[in-house]
């Protein structure tokens, strides 16, 4: 640029610069969006860019990309500008982006890119997505009792398997983003859990004896009872969910069809549905071989009325968003409840369940599920009481 002023001429040289900036690698404009960084557990959902000069440059172009609003960072969390250098020759030059802040409406999360002397050149519209309206909504379900006739039950349960259903939802925001885009078209609403405390027993009373051969002096407590509980070396709580021959849910409570569903605000949106009842086998009479010094068994001894038995057991439920291709996941909302039922109590025993609340804690994703773990039987005696034989 040449200009002349009071006889004096002077030539300026001015620089102008044009850009293609990309986010998700691409010219489309529906995929300039990110997904927020979730809390629980903590991680990022980053978005591979990518920026070149457009036209001739003399030389290449060192640029600062900035989000004044703080809704995005370059990718990490203390990462609030990146800088750049543009290639003279057009080649692209790749940065990341995470979101650190919902948006409110679409493409209000906006980059400015600017010299390193801090005139600008232009910006970027990019939308953070995220969730609300998330619910972890819990039922209570049937009553639990001994499947069949009392006297000769082998199962406890609730009717029908039916303990607690389970609603997982949440809507996406801002309205209007595309849903098909790479970075959405695979997340679904879903359940998790996580178990710990599981202790269920079974007392019996009113031994007889049957005896192998000759009579011996025999004496058994009055009263026997049968305890399980997890594996005491597995830590707890433990990932909680189906691993049938159709739903290996880990690490989800289920991956049937109704417990995946698109989030509120795409297409086909429903809440992830399912359903729990932890039951457990409960003999009507229980027998103790009886050896002698040198191990041979003498007689049988068997309990032959059953008093009660019993479940405790406790429960956390998480509405979560699951990516069904990379197995990502984050929770938004928990709900707990229990187990503390009695075969032999008068009033309905169901289960105890609780009003969700804001996710405080990472769902337990880690191997073996509840449903793999070992439960060790062991035998005690209740009270003094003995009984004598014969």
């Keep these: 640029m040449t200009a002349t002023c009071g006889g004096v001429t002077k030539t300026v040289t001015v620089a102008v610069h044009s850009l293609d900036i990309q986010i998700n690698n691409t010219t489309a404009t529906n ?208 990932n909680d969910g189906f691993n049938l021959a159709t739903d290996h849910a880990f690490p989800l409570y289920s991956k049937l069809a109704a417990a995946l569903q698109p989030p509120s605000g795409c297409s086909g949106s429903a809440a992830a549905q399912s359903t729990d009842g932890p039951n457990h086998p409960t003999s009507p009479t229980s027998q103790l071989p009886i050896q002698d010094g040198t191990g041979a068994t003498i007689a049988t001894v068997t309990w032959t009325n059953r008093i009660n038995t019993t479940r405790v057991q406790n429960f956390r439920t998480f509405c979560a968003v699951f990516n069904q291709v990379s197995n990502a996941f984050f929770s938004l909302r928990e709900a707990t409840w229990s187990l503390n039922t009695d075969s032999a109590a008068a009033a309905p025993q169901l289960a105890s369940v609780n009003a969700d609340a804001p996710a405080a804690a990472n769902p337990t994703a880690v191997a073996p599920q509840a449903n793999n773990v070992a439960q060790p039987e062991t035998f005690s005696a209740v009270g003094g009481a003995t009984k004598s034989f014969p």
């Excluded at 809390?39 to 990309?65: E, I, K």
């Excluded at 003279?88 to 982006?97: D, Y």
């Excluded at 098909?180 to 996580?194: F, H, N, S, W």
């Design 31 to 238: 995929d300039d969006l990110v997904v927020l960084n979730s809390t629980h557990p903590a991680q990022q959902f980053n978005v591979n860019c990518q920026m070149r000069l457009q036209g001739p440059s003399v030389g290449n172009v060192t640029v600062v990309l900035s989000n004044p609003d703080g809704r995005l960072r370059f990718p990490g969390p203390g990462n609030t500008t990146v800088n750049l250098t543009l290639d003279a020759a057009g080649a692209f030059s790749p940065f990341t982006i995470s979101g650190n802040a919902a948006s409110a409406a679409i493409g209000d999360a906006v980059i400015h890119i600017a010299l390193t002397n801090g005139s600008e050149i232009t910006t970027k519209n990019v939308t953070v997505v995220s969730f609300d309206q998330g619910s972890m909504q819990l039922t209570q379900g049937n009553a639990y009792n001994f499947v069949g006739p009392a006297a000769t039950a082998v199962s406890y349960a609730a009717a029908g398997n039916l303990a607690v259903s389970f609603s997982s939802s949440a809507r996406l925001r801002p309205a209007g983003v595309d849903c098909t885009v790479p970075q959405l078209k695979d997340l679904r609403m879903a359940i998790m859990q996580e178990t710990s405390a599981m202790d269920f027993e079974t007392t019996w009373d009113t031994p007889t004896i049957a005896f192998t051969g000759a009579t011996q002096p025999v004496t058994v407590p009055a009263t026997r009872r049968s305890t399980r509980v997890f594996d005491p070396a597995v830590a707890q709580p433990i």
